[in-house]
């Protein structure tokens, strides 16, 4: 089995940051590439960075310059860093990475979900 959990979620004034970590665990072969979406209310899930096991970095226009994603090759971990935070950012961010599981399938994994919520 393979899990994939988040974590570092929560409220924070606008301006402010956070730092999301999302960790894969279990039978795993190999994790390709690993990333962010996020979903507000009403909205389509949609992308908020990816990057591959090279460091390939693809993010959305809405973040550059003040999201960051990177990962842990070793700890199969992506994080995000999240940074000027302004009251649009709030969603549910969810983590995303593809798997390639010990018993040879590969799949796109994804997490439980984390809020962050930008709100004076």
């Known amino acids: 089995q393979v899990q994939v959990v988040e974590s570092g979620g929560g409220l924070v004034q606008p301006g402010g940051s956070l730092r999301l970590s999302c960790a894969a665990s279990g039978s795993i072969r190999g994790v390709y590439v690993m990333g962010w979406y996020r979903q507000a209310p009403g909205k389509q899930r949609e992308l908020v960075a990816t990057?591959?096991?090279?460091?390939?970095?693809n993010s959305a226009d809405s973040v550059k310059g003040r999201f960051t994603i990177s990962r842990d090759n070793a700890k199969n971990t992506v994080y995000l860093q999240m940074n000027s935070l302004k009251p649009n950012d709030t969603a549910v961010y969810y983590c995303?990475?593809?798997?390639?599981?010990?018993?040879?399938?590969?799949?796109?994994?994804w997490g439980q979900g984390t809020q962050v919520t930008v709100s004076s």
């Open positions: 995303r990475a593809d798997i390639t599981s010990t018993s040879g399938s590969y799949y796109s994994y």
């Open positions: 990057i591959t096991s090279g460091g390939r970095i």
